[in-house]
């Protein structure tokens, strides 16, 4: 039995569920992507490249194109997350990644194209019904989870945000797809989100306010 067979075999039942090994693992990988994310550490990047290559399994399996082609965007996005956030670390006089709020202009171009993107992926999904079930779904998880890892890249406290949104839509989603695992899995998701969001939030005050006492002095 080949790794890749193994992975979309059944782990066991809950419920009436069937979860996955690939559903399981890939998740609990993912989780602590975010938790990893939540306490700015570059591993949070590589740890997203290897859930996405094993959720690919996961949706594969359950048929849902949309999520293999978000969790193929997971993989790429990752590589460059990791990459920014190495290179930010260099940069840093502590070593740390600095968080902050996204400008009004940075926070229009992230909505525009969330809203865009959803459009365009959805009229993919309409036009070639074979790649999605449920092509607004899929299309705005697909592009939220887009939004919210590019977000995360830059180190923008909206990050958090996105990831509320995108949570609100996958966890029915999720369970209503068979994926049961994913669905608990957002649902601690969202969890992780609120004290992620705290946390970043308080951080990137700390960081304003040492600058306007050096602009004041």
Request: aromatic share 14%; glycine share 12%.
């Amino acid at each position: 039995m080949s790794a890749l067979h193994w992975l979309n075999t059944e782990a066991f039942t809950v419920l009436g569920q069937h979860i996955l090994w690939s559903d399981m693992i890939g998740n609990t990988i993912g989780l602590i992507a975010l938790a990893l994310g939540w306490r700015r550490s570059v591993l949070t990047w590589p740890a997203q490249f290897l859930s996405g290559v094993i959720l690919v399994g996961a949706y594969s399996s359950a048929h849902l194109s949309g999520g293999v082609g978000k969790q193929l965007l997971v993989i790429g996005i990752a590589l460059w997350g990791w990459r920014a956030w190495t290179r930010g670390r260099q940069q840093a006089q502590d070593g740390s990644i600095a968080v902050r709020f996204a400008g009004w202009r940075e926070r229009g171009l992230l909505l525009a194209g969330a809203v865009v993107g959803t459009v365009a992926v959805a009229g993919l999904f309409l036009a070639v019904p074979s790649l999605s079930w449920s092509p607004w779904a899929d299309a705005y998880i697909f592009v939220g989870t887009l939004v919210a890892m590019v977000a995360q890249a830059r180190g923008l406290v909206e990050f958090w945000f996105a990831w509320l949104l995108v949570d609100l839509v996958g966890v029915p989603l999720a369970f209503h797809s068979g994926l049961a695992f994913s669905g608990l899995v957002y649902v601690v998701y969202f969890a992780l989100v609120l004290w992620g969001l705290r946390d970043w939030w308080l951080r990137s005050r700390t960081s304003v306010k040492p600058a306007l006492e050096g602009a004041a002095a």
